[in-house]
């Protein structure tokens, strides 16, 4: 599991898959990223857009989940900007 991947998964408190972070979770993550995290946050970005693409139409299910971790990513990375 890559870095990012698993100080998400920390912030977790409930395993649901459909449980959400708590509000201050994006900011602790993006205080934990250093370049490498940075990095991977884009390239796994542009992996979700790329797979989204191959996401039949009727599938919006898939394409939500898709859409929300992509936009977890662009608010991490926002945050490691601040």
């Known amino acids: 599991m890559r870095k990012l991947q698993k100080l998400i998964?920390?912030?977790y408190t409930n395993p649901s898959p459909q449980s959400n972070l708590p509000s201050t979770a994006i900011p602790r993550i993006a205080s934990k990223c250093r370049n490498d995290e940075v990095a991977d946050a884009h390239i796994l970005i542009k992996q979700?857009?790329?797979e989204l693409a191959?996401?039949?139409d009727w599938d919006g299910d898939t394409q939500d989940d898709i859409w929300k971790t992509i936009e977890l990513f662009r608010a991490i990375l926002a945050k490691v900007r601040e």
């Open 9 to 11: 998964a920390a912030e």
């Open 48 to 50: 979700l857009k790329a």
């Open 54 to 56: 191959t996401v039949p």
